[in-house]
């Protein structure tokens, strides 16, 4: 027999039932919601990730995002150095203290460095003399190197990237690839038509140099050159190795994919680059390349690094190329493209920035290119306060330098800033921009507080000693290419 509960109970305890579910209902509820809020914070963070990551990662390989993120979020430690080194032409002299290692020592260290493999993306290959016909005895140099280089091509993995060798020397190639070097040309004229112009070597993943000099016995003593070896670094070196990789794709399928596959992307370009410390000191690094059918997603195609650089200028613009024209070279019809020379006039108009040009001056320099340099050099007035100065640099032979043919030059590619050191591959024309292969390294160390010379000022150590050097001569409007050159 049930006992009997009064009514006042039952209401009691009916409400503290429905009191207790409510309770329960409305924490269920907001559990409900925390994890509706907390699901929807990690589908933006998702999605924002993605969206930020190269297109070409996850239209082409999805599995791809989580390794990419991972990539993005971690800082290069490596102990990176970086060395500015030239090939300073016998019989040139210079009353300066300004100098720097040679580029024939830098490539013999690479050598010296390497354990496993050694990277070449070159426009083509005279490291003897038997192209000339003569006994030259600086060819000694390209020799040297040649011979050590087929010592290693027996040792380790040798891969060498080369524009099509049509009427070039092919007994360097033969040699290497002879002695076990793995030799793939890339035929650009077919695929551009332009050329595989770049210069740089990588080593072990971890060295690189890039610069203007040639595989070329006269690029280590009868012409003169600019480059940058950088030792230690393979958070860079991994990057360039992408730019050899692309060389190395076409090379075999004789193609340029469009897009390209993720595994050539990059993270790293004018507007995210590499955070890295070069010669301890904090540095924003990127490489650029052209032509932009070859630049993969995420990497900053070399004009618009070279513009880039231009624009955030606010005190100077040096710039040292063998040869700058506002029109291309060797298209048909040749066409005027004047992207950089507007650049450079809209620079010293509208910022003030103090513009110089230092352009060679031999037998090859295209005529043309004289009254265009005159008009960018009559851009020059105090009291408007306009300043753009052109200067051409000879490089001085005796009777028997000047049989050598192809020599006696200033082949430097580069410009350097208030902020910036750009080194570059490239001649500034249109072609090389448009349709050539080229790269350059870029390197900012504008907040640096070290008191080590940053890459940047040593540049312009080497262009003022250039610039203010007997071998350079200002530009006038009767300036005349056959009177000096």
Same mark, same amino acid.
């Given at each position: 027999?049930?006992? +009997?509960?009064? #009514?006042?109970?039952?209401?009691?305890?009916?409400?503290?039932? /429905?009191?207790?579910?409510?309770?329960?209902?409305?924490?269920?509820?907001?559990?409900?919601?925390?994890?509706?809020?907390?699901?929807? %914070?990690?589908?933006?963070?998702?999605?924002?990730?993605?969206?930020?990551?190269?297109? !070409?990662?996850?239209?082409?390989?999805? $599995?791809?995002?989580?390794?990419?993120?991972?990539?993005?979020?971690?800082?290069?430690?490596?102990?990176?150095?970086?060395?500015?080194?030239?090939?300073?032409?016998?019989?040139?002299?210079?009353?300066?203290?300004?100098?720097?290692?040679?580029?024939?020592? $830098? =490539?013999?260290?690479?050598? !010296?460095?390497?354990? !496993?493999?050694?990277?070449?993306?070159?426009?083509? =290959?005279?490291?003897?003399?038997?192209?000339?016909?003569?006994?030259?005895?600086?060819?000694?140099?390209?020799?040297?190197?040649?011979?050590?280089?087929?010592?290693?091509?027996?040792?380790?993995?040798?891969?060498?990237?080369?524009?099509? /060798?049509?009427?070039?020397?092919?007994?360097?190639?033969?040699?290497?690839?002879?002695?076990?070097?793995?030799?793939?040309?890339?035929?650009?004229?077919?695929?551009?038509?332009? *050329?595989?112009?770049?210069?740089?070597? %990588?080593?072990?993943k971890k060295h690189i140099y890039i610069g203007s000099a040639n595989m070329d016995w006269r690029s280590l003593t009868q012409v003169k050159e600019l480059g940058a070896v950088v030792y230690n670094c393979s958070c860079l070196a991994s990057d360039l190795e992408k730019i050899f990789e692309a060389y190395w794709f076409v090379g075999k399928t004789e193609s340029i994919?469009?897009?390209?596959?993720?595994?050539?992307? @990059?993270?790293?370009?004018?507007?995210?680059?590499?955070? %890295?410390?070069?010669?301890?000191?904090?540095?924003? *690094?990127?490489?650029?390349?052209?032509?932009?059918?070859?630049?993969?997603?995420?990497?900053?195609?070399?004009?618009?690094?070279?513009?880039?650089?231009?624009?955030?200028?606010?005190?100077?613009?040096?710039?040292?190329?063998? &040869?700058?024209?506002?029109?291309?070279?060797?298209?048909?019809?040749?066409? #005027?493209?004047?992207?950089?020379?507007? /650049?450079?006039?809209?620079?010293? #108009?509208?910022?003030?920035?103090?513009?110089?040009?230092?352009?060679?001056?031999?037998?090859?320099?295209?005529? *043309?290119?004289?009254?265009?340099?005159?008009?960018?050099?009559?851009?020059?007035?105090?009291?408007? &306060?306009? +300043?753009? /100065?052109?200067?051409?640099?000879?490089?001085?032979?005796?009777?028997?330098?000047?049989e050598i043919p192809f020599a006696r030059v200033n082949h430097n590619k580069y410009m350097v800033t208030d902020k910036v050191a750009y080194i570059g591959t490239s001649n500034w024309s249109g072609d090389y921009f448009l349709s050539t292969a080229g790269s350059a390294l870029v390197v900012n160390q504008t907040g640096s507080r070290s008191p080590d010379p940053t890459?940047?000022?040593? %540049?312009?150590?080497?262009?003022?000693?250039? =610039?203010?050097?007997? #071998?350079? @001569?200002?530009?006038?409007? !009767?300036?005349?290419?056959?009177?000096?050159?």
């Amino acid at each position: 027999m049930k006992t +009997d509960i009064p #009514y006042n109970q039952l209401v009691d305890a009916e409400g503290r039932r /429905q009191e207790s579910c409510r309770r329960a209902q409305l924490a269920s509820k907001c559990l409900i919601a925390l994890a509706c809020v907390a699901c929807v %914070l990690l589908a933006a963070m998702t999605l924002y990730n993605i969206l930020t990551l190269p297109t !070409s990662s996850y239209h082409h390989h999805p $599995a791809s995002i989580t390794s990419r993120l991972q990539e993005k979020v971690e800082s290069c430690s490596d102990p990176c150095k970086i060395v500015l080194v030239e090939s300073i032409p016998e019989g040139l002299e210079f009353n300066s203290s300004t100098t720097n290692p040679s580029i024939f020592q $830098a =490539w013999i260290n690479l050598m !010296s460095e390497a354990r !496993s493999s050694v990277d070449i993306a070159s426009f083509y =290959w005279t490291l003897t003399n038997e192209d000339t016909g003569t006994q030259e005895p600086t060819a000694s140099q390209g020799e040297e190197v040649l011979k050590r280089l087929a010592e290693l091509s027996g040792k380790l993995n040798v891969r060498i990237a080369v524009d099509t /060798q049509e009427g070039k020397p092919q007994a360097d190639l033969k040699l290497l690839n002879d002695s076990g070097a793995d030799v793939r040309t890339v035929n650009m004229r077919a695929l551009t038509s332009g *050329v595989l112009h770049t210069k740089f070597w %990588l080593i072990d993943k971890k060295h690189i140099y890039i610069g203007s000099a040639n595989m070329d016995w006269r690029s280590l003593t009868q012409v003169k050159e600019l480059g940058a070896v950088v030792y230690n670094c393979s958070c860079l070196a991994s990057d360039l190795e992408k730019i050899f990789e692309a060389y190395w794709f076409v090379g075999k399928t004789e193609s340029i994919p469009s897009p390209w596959p993720s595994s050539f992307s @990059t993270l790293y370009n004018k507007d995210t680059p590499l955070q %890295l410390p070069l010669n301890s000191t904090p540095s924003s *690094v990127y490489l650029s390349s052209s032509p932009p059918s070859f630049c993969a997603d995420g990497r900053t195609q070399d004009l618009q690094s070279i513009l880039s650089v231009m624009e955030d200028a606010e005190k100077f613009i040096y710039i040292a190329v063998m &040869n700058y024209l506002p029109t291309t070279e060797f298209s048909h019809p040749k066409r #005027y493209w004047a992207d950089i020379d507007t /650049q450079l006039r809209r620079s010293a #108009y509208e910022k003030k920035v103090h513009v110089r040009l230092l352009i060679s001056c031999w037998q090859h320099s295209p005529p *043309v290119m004289l009254p265009f340099l005159k008009s960018l050099a009559s851009v020059h007035d105090f009291r408007n &306060n306009l +300043d753009i /100065q052109v200067r051409l640099f000879m490089v001085p032979a005796d009777p028997s330098q000047k049989e050598i043919p192809f020599a006696r030059v200033n082949h430097n590619k580069y410009m350097v800033t208030d902020k910036v050191a750009y080194i570059g591959t490239s001649n500034w024309s249109g072609d090389y921009f448009l349709s050539t292969a080229g790269s350059a390294l870029v390197v900012n160390q504008t907040g640096s507080r070290s008191p080590d010379p940053t890459v940047q000022s040593q %540049l312009k150590a080497v262009f003022e000693r250039d =610039w203010h050097s007997a #071998y350079s @001569t200002p530009i006038t409007h !009767s300036s005349n290419l056959k009177h000096f050159c």
